[in-house]
């Protein structure tokens, strides 16, 4: 099932065993909880909806109404009967930062995917420029995987040893690194942690796009963005709505 239509037509198909209940969910009921009609469930069903139809607080319903993992509804990843109560926690229509795709973060016309919330004390921290976005390479194992999401302040103060993300001739997406003293002159080296990768010389101070300030990998090796990141497509999940 590659398509939110298809897992939430699934998930309203089976929702009666989840739930006890002797017969399925229809298409009408499904539909007043999430607010739309019943043609419009039909259309998203079978994949002919327009994308701002499903936004995330229906998708938050629809997933309480059925009993189903509201993040297998939205990316595929994990199990329709896990339990992301916490991470529904997280995510909110007008706290915390956005999540930016990496290729989009130096684009002036960006869009995020959704939104994270960060907790009050670190929020108040942050300058307004903060966002997630996701690591794109394995530099940073064992403590970060590419596909963990990444808190990034541009406007953080700078520390040598601290970890930065920044941008590497050669490298299509910005990476995660630590950023050390060159030990040959008075620059700057950025240093991955995972030997397999190779030390990079910092060649201006604006390749640094902000400083790195918290990751987050969830409790389950399936739920990861790594895949999305490896399928260079934009992330299969919902976006909040607008207005």
Do not use: C
Not at 31 to 57: A, C, F, H, W, Y
Not at 143 to 169: C, H, Q, T, W
Request: net charge neutral; charged share 30%.
């Amino acid at each position: 099932m590659d398509t939110i239509g298809e897992r939430l037509r699934y998930a309203r198909k089976t929702a009666h065993e989840r739930i006890g209940a002797k017969y399925e969910v229809t298409q009408t009921a499904l539909g007043e909880v999430m607010g739309l009609r019943q043609p419009t469930i039909t259309k998203i069903e079978s994949n002919k909806n327009k994308r701002s139809e499903v936004d995330v607080i229906r998708l938050m319903d629809a997933a309480k109404f059925l009993r189903a993992s509201f993040f297998w509804l939205a990316t595929g990843n994990g199990d329709i009967d896990q339990d992301d109560s916490r991470l529904l926690e997280d995510i909110e229509t007008s706290k915390g930062f956005p999540v930016y795709w990496p290729q989009d973060i130096s684009t002036p016309t960006r869009e995020p995917q959704f939104h994270m919330n960060v907790a009050p004390l670190l929020y108040d921290r942050l300058s307004k420029q903060a966002f997630y976005t996701l690591v794109t390479d394995e530099g940073m194992n064992p403590i970060i995987n590419m596909g963990d999401l990444l808190l990034v302040d541009p406007g953080g103060s700078l520390r040598v040893g601290g970890y930065v993300l920044a941008k590497i001739e050669g490298q299509k997406n910005p990476v995660l690194r630590r950023i050390i003293e060159s030990s040959d002159d008075d620059g700057y080296v950025l240093t991955p942690l995972n030997g397999d990768f190779k030390p990079r010389t910092l060649e201006k101070l604006s390749d640094i796009i902000g400083v790195a300030v918290e990751s987050r990998a969830f409790l389950l090796p399936e739920i990861s963005y790594k895949n999305e990141l490896k399928g260079g497509k934009p992330l299969n999940i919902i976006e909040f709505k607008k207005g």
